[in-house]
């Protein structure tokens, strides 16, 4: 069953107003009555409207319809109007135009004009509505279509983030350094009926503590040194949207008890002040830090770490989705030549083969660091090895991994990294096993969960 379209009609002529009721009743249409500018505009604020049909002149108000013109045009621009009117002229037909008029017709007209007025300007606002969303849908598959890659790995955090993009639920993004968090977080919210709200990003970790709370929540004027103006927070700066707290692990404990104050009450308190404000923002934060280990040692609020991961999402690092190391040299090759005004080179198999060997420690913003020094020392047709960092040439010869009867090959071999590598694999399948419980993983591996987080901390392995 269709949804019946909404018509104000405007007119201090009760039978022009009854008339018209009738017209468009038979028509399908839902229809509000108004006999004045102001009736009308008190409608249209507890109503939306599809289009509205009003009179130019009402009582001794010559330019009542003008006024209601500007005040659609302030207040509802999308909303079209028609003008109707028994003292026209072309000038008035022009100015009611230059007004945002969707069209114009004189008194007396036959209720076919009117009708096929009225379909003209639904049809209108239906397809302006259509354009805009999908101006909105194609915004938001652009934001999303920059996050590059399509191994497994990958493609299980991008189905996660559109299934959860339209909760209102908070998210917590874990991953390494550099693995892509902040765009995970901007993916969410273009997503979400958010995208046309602000997005607002801080980092915990780089303000200091005793500005981190003025900056979140803000201030008055006189509460601290230095205070010389009001200052909104960012929460109040967010209102409508969403706010993205990265490295959250290094917020101090005085501030999280705020924190999780505005989470459940939804109100900010400035500094200095006694009077709450009101907001409505949607929290995403995101840490390469073990929220759950800290809170068990006393480091983190465990409210707070329950409150906030709600709906986890992991960012797989970069080790974990090399298959992807081809896409992201090419997105970054484009992306940089397009800054430097310089040619697209391709990039050598000895080149990407280097790149799949190296472990990758600073991730995706490693990678593209790398890209850019290459397109940039570059002298040939296309990136080759000698482009490449000496860290990363040199890492492309990997020790050999001992044989089962313990003998050291003729070469040599980097024992410590050696088993530094066995530890990673085998604690990344004892995590698959145990579904990511780090309990059942210990268990698995015959550790502690002290040892385990030990582990996990000093491999940069926390947000798995």
Known sequence: MSVKQHVLVVDDEFSMRELMEIVLQNDGYEVGLADDVESACALL???????????LCMGQDRNAGMRLLSWLDENMPGTPAIMMTAHGSVETAIEAMKRGAADYIMKPFKNDEVRILVKRAIAQRNLLRENVAL??????????????????????AMNMIRRVAALPSTVAVHGESGSGKELVARALHNLSNRSDKPFVA??????????????????KKGSFTGATDDKEGLFVVANGGTIFLDEIGEMPLMLQVKLLRVLDNNTVTPVGSTTDTKVDVRLISATNRNLEAMAEEGTFRSDLFYRLNVIPIHVPSLRERKDDIPLLCRHFIHLHAQKMSCDVLEISADALSALDNYNWPGNVRELGNVMERALALCMDCEIGLEDLPENLRSYEAKPEVVSPSGEIPDGGMDMEQMIADL???????????????????????GLTPRSLRYRLQKYGLEGQ
């Open 45 to 55: 604020e507890e109503s939306q409207y599809d289009v509205v049909l009003t009179d």
């Open 135 to 156: 101006r909105k849908e194609q915004a938001r598959q652009g934001d999303i279509e920059n996050m590059i890659g399509k191994s497994p790995a990958f493609q299980k």
């Open 202 to 219: 801080i980092n915990c970790g780089g303000i200091p503590e005793n500005l981190l709370e003025s900056e979140l929540f803000g201030h």
């Open 423 to 445: 530890e990673i694999d085998y604690i990344k399948q004892a995590l698959e096993k145990g579904r990511f419980s780090q309990k059942r993983a210990a268990s698995l591996l």
